[in-house]
């Protein structure tokens, strides 16, 4: 690229006029920040020439290192107590590279070098402001600066740039900020995080704001961006020499007034000329800077760079196999439904009705089986492209920005359909606090708006409630309206209406003080309550049916879903159901709470990383949540993995040390609840186009092999034998090959002692959480798992929370009993046992919550409640023992009929042949040949 004309010359006049004007250090500084890896470095490498600041595909700026002009190269490196100085490029990458001199940590760098560049400014690289070894927000620790470019990665911006962006302007001003999306993921930039990231800083800003983009490996590029930071530069330089001219006019009659004093012509002489050079000067840099050519315009024009789809157009299904060792969970599944649908089926079984129905609860337990795997990180790291892959098309919408807008399950079906099921109930929060301060949910308080402004929508809604502090009140639509309108005044950066109906306070917000906001009458919540449960099927097969989905995640029905079910034909989907989530560090908090009220119900769980941006602060903070989803689950290490997305951008040597990093920093602080096996680095996108099917293959087969160890061996093998245990006939005979009825006894006592001790002290447990309640809202809690509390400084706003519910307590319980009664149902007439009926508990707390409420009568009749279930569950926990005793010391068969028929019989030993085959072929023993 050619610099035009008129911009070279008029950045050869800005020269002119600084060498005259300004001295060296009078130049502006330019500071480069953003996260770390989104390209710092790099552009600064590229504007100098040459490799000085280190670049690495982990963390590698351990201190701002600023750049002055020198006519030789010396860098001064800072360490906590002393200075070192390196008199070559390669000496200072000794230092950087190290980090820590006799362990002693970098402060800061300066550098000289001899550049035309840093003539015109200083530069200044930072280190990330989301690495993991960041302990305080970066803004705050720099030096002020006149001039601040702030990378952004592709995706755009997540919550804590958000926070930090904040803390930028305050500092800083908007005005002395620009703003760029560093495209270096490959051709794939779709435009979403330019428009979303531009929304998002204008709200921050409170000024429209220009995002441009760039991508710092492409030379063009940095031609481009250099052209833009001299035309800043020179900017702040004409300002600071038209200040000095105005200062040095208003110098030239006291200049002249002083000469004018002298009688000695010779002393007139000496101190009139130096005025008389000073008017001339300021004259002809005054005739410069009116002749000088504007060249923002010409340079803006350069800047525009357009974008592409980040999916391959071609239109071709790839087809995934989950095809992995002989224990095929899939298959052996598939196996064992057949068998036992064979069996029902059969005439020559169907007289014995006792064996038919543990027959047909087998089959409804193994073809109800839900694994759930649950892919977790943040936004844009690729969770939903993965699953695009997973179904061999790209179903699910993925862009540069957020898009996951509720709980995905996908699951496998024999056609392609979505179904969307929308909550009967939303709490919207009207705010927000951070930093002792509340901040208006704007995205939310604008989809209410729409709610009730819609007539449509409207007549679905049958209630509405407004919450502060507390306390719920019923309100008018009406009513809500003048609500908002209130709460947008209140945070408005500008009250008044201007000409031609212009209301700035519609859009541009600020942050006010908790306090104040607490003390006043504007609701902290907003319940609605809409008059059915809504689903909404879409076929999935034609393009409408795609179009409609995605358009479904940026409309205001988004807020309102409550999760979403694609099913799919994909052979992947038989392993497992797959839940995409929401990015946790998305700057929408509705998101992460959708996310994490989710994560306990799942099996196992993908925690997705960006390979360009590894390992970063929000990230940390998924790992933790997803710790504490695992932390009462059995072998633990083994349910989590690590997905490093993007790998088609790393090299080999760059894989290495993002994987040497993860051990440092994840692997070994986590006390072996990280496997190190459990690594994994993929690119998604390449598995979706079928560029490379080779690595997506093997960590779909290494999943599956995990699942089978983690679940399905010991439930399979299980089922397979209650399924012969079943037959008639074979279930006497197998019961005494392993077993003698005194073992049993015996064992059926200790099992049932343990039974009622556990769930007196499960029950114990929740009485002691219901005893602790000392709200009406903790009840609606317990009876919703979901609560709103006090939250942010001095307690005074409220968000939604999930807690323990009485259908988690029903599950506790339940899953105990349903548990004993599998292993013993030979020996049980009732199908089932009676446990705690969510449906009954919960009519229960709805009568607690009337007008009458009072909390100390709530808690003693809900405990009571609670030991009397639990009475008639040890009651008939007890009269199950004795009829398994009955029938054990009876040493008979439980009674299926008169006789068996040598018909039945044969066909009992047949299916127990096949059963034994597949087990053999799965276990490499029988159990019956034990």
């Known amino acids: 690229m050619q610099t035009q004309p008129s911009i070279a010359h008029f950045f050869s006049q800005v020269d002119e006029l600084t060498e005259i004007h300004l001295t060296q250090e009078e130049i502006p500084d330019l500071i480069v920040m953003g996260p770390y890896n989104s390209g710092k470095s790099t552009l600064i ?63 800061g760098v300066e550098v000289q070098l ?36 702030y990378l952004l990665q592709q995706r755009g911006l997540n919550d804590l740039e958000r926070r930090q962006i904040q803390q930028l302007v305050h500092r800083n001003g908007p005005g002395n900020i620009s703003f760029w999306i560093n495209c270096n993921l490959g051709n794939n930039h779709d435009g979403t995080s330019l428009e979303e990231s531009r929304r998002i800083l204008r709200q921050i800003c409170g000024i429209e704001v220009t995002v441009h983009l760039i991508n710092t490996m492409d030379i063009e590029d940095i031609r481009k961006f250099q052209l833009f930071i001299e035309n800043q ?94 224990q095929d969970p899939v298959v052996i599944r598939e196996k064992i439904i057949s068998l036992l649908e064979q069996a029902i089926a059969d005439p020559s079984l169907r007289p014995y009705k006792k064996s038919i129905g543990q027959l047909e609860s087998l089959h409804s337990q193994i073809t109800k089986e839900n694994y759930l795997v649950t892919a977790a990180g943040g936004f844009s790291s690729g969770k939903s492209t993965f699953f695009n892959a997973l179904m061999g098309e790209a179903m699910l919408p993925a862009e540069n920005r957020p898009t996951t807008f509720a709980i995905t399950r996908l699951k496998y079906g024999s056609h392609k359909k979505a179904t969307i099921n929308y909550a009967r109930q939303v709490t919207i929060p009207t705010h927000y606090i951070e930093n002792q301060q509340a901040a208006l949910c704007q995205r939310e308080m604008f989809t209410l708006e729409h709610w009730i402004t819609d007539p449509e929508l409207l007549g679905q809604i049958y209630a509405m ?51 104040k906001f607490s003390t006043g009458a504007l609701a902290d919540n907003i319940i609605v309550h809409f008059k059915d449960t809504a689903h909404q099927t879409l076929e999935l097969d034609s393009p409408a049916g795609r179009a409609a989905l995605a358009k479904i995640a940026g409309s205001h029905l988004a807020l309102r879903v409550s999760d979403m079910v694609i099913e799919h034909p994909a052979k992947s989907l038989r392993l497992a159901t797959f839940v995409d989530t929401p990015g946790l560090d998305s700057v929408y908090r509705h998101h992460r709470e959708i996310t994490t009220r989710y994560l306990p119900s799942s099996d196992c769980f993908l925690f997705f990383l960006n390979g360009k941006h590894i390992l970063t602060q929000p990230d940390m903070g998924i790992l933790q949540m997803l710790h504490r989803a695992m932390q009462n689950k059995l072998q633990a290490d083994r349910r989590l993995f690590i997905v490093v997305n993007f790998a088609d951008t790393l090299t080999a040597r760059e894989q290495d040390k993002i994987y040497n990093y993860l051990q440092e920093y994840l692997v070994k602080p986590s006390s072996r609840t990280i496997n190190p096996k459990n690594i994994y680095f993929i690119s998604a996108l390449d598995a979706l186009t079928g560029r490379n099917k080779t690595t997506f293959t093997r960590f779909i087969r290494y999943l599956q092999e995990s699942i089978w160890e983690l679940r399905c061996a010991a439930n399979y093998r299980q089922a397979i034998q209650n399924f012969k245990s079943a037959l008639p006939g074979v279930s006497q005979e197998t019961e005494n090959s392993l077993f003698t009825e005194d073992k049993q006894l015996v064992s059926l006592k200790s099992e049932v002692e343990a039974l009622l001790k556990e769930i007196r002290q499960r029950t114990a447990n929740w009485q002691e959480q219901i005893a602790s309640f000392n709200s009406r809202e903790d009840l609606r809690g317990f009876r919703d798992g979901q609560k709103l509390i006090k939250q942010g400084f001095l307690n005074l706003s409220r968000k939604t929370v999930t807690v323990p519910s009485c259908r988690d307590m029903s599950a506790s319980i339940n899953s105990l009993l349903s548990g004993f009664h599998s292993k013993w149902s030979n020996h049980i007439n009732s199908p089932t046992i009676s446990g705690l009926n969510v449906t009954d508990l919960q009519r229960t707390i709805d009568e607690l919550l009337e007008a009458n409420f009072e909390l100390t009568r709530a808690r003693g009749i809900l405990i009571q409640y609670v030991n009397t279930k639990a009475n008639l569950i040890y009651s008939s926990v007890e009269t199950m023992q004795n009829t398994i005793e009955s029938k054990l010391n009876s040493n008979l068969p439980a009674p299926e009929g008169p006789n068996i028929s040598p018909e039945t019989l044969a066909a009992a030993h047949r299916y127990t042949a096949e059963i034994n085959k597949l087990e053999e072929a799965t276990y490499g023993i029988r159990r019956d040949s034990m």
Do not use: C
């Not at 000329?273 to 009116?290: D, F, G, H, M, Y």
């Not at 391959?312 to 087809?319: A, E, L, S, W």
């Not at 306390?471 to 945070?491: D, G, H, P, Q, Y």
């Open 233 to 326: 530069a020179a900017v702040f330089k004409l300002q600071e020499i038209t200040d000095k001219l105005k200062k040095r006019d208003l110098q030239i009659p006291e200049m002249i007034a002083e000469s004018m004093r002298e009688y000695d012509d010779a002393k007139f002489l000496v101190q009139f000329w130096p005025a008389i050079e000073q008017a001339r000067l300021i004259v002809q840099s005054q005739n410069t800077l009116k002749t000088m050519p504007p060249v923002t315009q010409q340079i803006a024009s350069l800047l525009k760079k357009p974008t592409h789809s980040i999916i391959d157009p071609d239109g071709v299904t790839i087809v995934y196999n989950a095809t992995g060792p002989r």
């Open 465 to 515: 409630e407004k919450s502060k502090n507390g306390r719920l009140t019923r309100i008018t639509a009406a009513e809500l309206l003048k609500e908002i309108e209130l709460l947008k005044k209140s945070f408005a950066r500008v009250k008044r209406n201007f000409p031609n109906n212009k209301r700035p306070w519609k859009s541009l917000f600020k942050k006010i003080s908790a306090q």
């Open 45 to 107: 490498n590229n504007l100098l020439g040459q490799r000085l600041s280190p670049v690495d595909i982990i963390p590698a700026t351990p201190a701002p290192i600023r750049f002055s002009y020198g006519e030789r190269f010396l860098a001064q490196i800072n360490f906590t107590d002393r200075q070192v100085h390196a008199l070559t490029a390669d000496e200072l990458a000794g230092f950087l590279t190290r980090k820590k001199l006799s362990g002693l940590e970098i402060t």
């Open 114 to 149: 001899r550049h035309n560049l840093l003539k015109k400014m200083h530069l200044l690289d930072t280190p990330g402001i989301d690495a993991i070894h960041e302990s305080s927000p970066l803004p705050g620790r720099l030096p002020q600066s006149d001039l601040v470019v």
